[in-house]
Nanobody, 124 residues
Framework: QVQLVESGGGLVQAGGSLRLSCAAS????????MGWFRQAPGKEREFVSS????????YYADAVKGRFTISRENGKNTVFLQMNSLKPEDTAVYYC?????????????????WGKGTLVTVSS
């Protein structure tokens, strides 16, 4: 089991940037694929991005391609989500997730652990 704690959320104007971090506990972090999901008010949780345990096998939702970048530092047990050119429709609670295969995150499948989320609000 991996415990996940997100940080970096906040209020930003449209066009701005935020960098989310997810700190993981546990010595096996480097063997987990990691990902980000988000849930807007009144909507279901949706996939945002995922990354394999080596730092490869990266996937993005179409809605964030070209604007968001996922990365990880295994030595620091941390995964990041750099979010640029933010839009009001990016407003959501963002959740960090850990699992075995980054590709399975596309289907919100194979998730072993979830963080509690961090709120991102983008004003117009």
């Amino acid at each position: 089991q991996v415990q996940l704690v997100e940080s970096g959320g906040g209020l930003v104007q449209a066009g701005g940037s935020l960098r989310l971090s997810c700190a993981a506990s546990g010595r096996t972090f480097s063997r987990y694929a990691m990902g980000w999901f988000r849930q807007a008010p009144g909507k279901e949780r949706e996939f945002v991005s995922s990354i394999g345990w080596t730092g490869g096998s990266i996937y993005y939702a179409d809605a964030v391609k070209g604007r968001f970048t996922i990365s990880r530092e295994n030595g620091k047990n941390t995964v990041f989500l750099q979010m640029n050119s933010l839009k009001p429709e990016d407003t959501a609670v963002y959740y960090c997730a850990a699992g075995r295969l980054s590709s399975s995150f596309l289907y919100t499948s194979g998730i072993n652990d979830w963080g509690k989320g961090t709120l991102v609000t983008v004003s117009s």
